[in-house]
Nanobody
Framework: QVQIVESGGGLVQPGGSLRLSCAASGSIDRIYTMAWYRRAPGKQRELVADIMSGGTTTYADSVKGRFTISRDNAKNTVYLQMNSLKPEDTAVYYC?????????????WGQGTQVTVSS
């Protein structure tokens, strides 16, 4: 099986920065897309950013210019550098990975990490 573990959430003041990390481990043949999603209170889960194995990235309009997604394929790890944080960035952030295990593609999710932006 595959495990997805996030870290790096916490409480930060508006304008501050946080860096989230997510490591995948287990019976992994290859990881394709890795991504960060978030769910704010009372809202649906939304894509924050994703990154393909070759490095192509996509960002939600609300975070463009403030957040940067990156990955280390050798470590099966994805990062989300969040700068100029706003109160509306407060949410539970979830890591996602599309993983090939043997001959099948599977979607895996982390347990989530809370990010709170407040003064």
């Amino acid at each position: 099986q595959v495990q997805i573990v996030e870290s790096g959430g916490g409480l930060v003041q508006p304008g501050g920065s946080l860096r989230l990390s997510c490591a995948a481990s287990g019976s992994i043949d290859r990881i394709y897309t890795m991504a960060w999603y978030r769910r704010a209170p009372g809202k649906q889960r939304e894509l924050v950013a994703d990154i393909m194995s070759g490095g192509t990235t996509t960002y939600a309009d609300s975070v463009k210019g403030r957040f940067t997604i990156s990955r280390d394929n050798a470590k099966n790890t994805v990062y989300l550098q969040m700068n100029s944080l706003k109160p509306e960035d407060t949410a539970v952030y979830y890591c996602y990975a599309r993983v090939r295990v043997s001959t099948t593609l599977n979607d895996f999710w982390g347990q989530g990490t809370q990010v709170t932006v407040s003064s």
